[in-house]
């Protein structure tokens, strides 16, 4: 069986604190999995392992990533910046362009 490294919990100390998480203790298995394979599950559900404090720490979500979107998508504005469009060539001296899309009789 291969050593830990130094400083770092063994099996019995993972799974007694993965049992006692709230979330964590959802993984089916346990004591049948390896050492790599309970850390590996741990961090699949979002969590990583402190070893110098022996406890679970949540891992930052990825919330703040920027998903930038396709050159072909084409948002459609919303009322306030066609009105605000509208206002702006008014005050410029230009003709207003309708706000409700359709031709004005």
């Keep these: ?31 049948k999995k390896s050492r790599a394979n309970l850390i590996a599950e741990i961090q699949s559900m979002g969590y990583s392992v402190n070893h110098a404090k022996k406890r679970l720490v949540k891992m930052p979500s ?20 066609r009105k605000k469009v509208a206002r702006k060539k008014l005050i410029a001296g230009g003709a207003a362009v309708p706000l409700h899309g359709g031709d004005e009789v």
């Design 1 to 31: 069986m291969p050593r830990n490294p130094k400083g770092e919990m063994t099996v019995s100390e993972i799974r007694n604190l993965a049992r006692q998480h709230n979330k964590v203790s959802e993984i089916k298995g346990i004591d």
């Design 62 to 81: 990825k919330k703040g990533k920027i998903i930038s979107q396709s050159a072909d998508a084409n948002p459609k504005p919303n009322k306030t910046t």
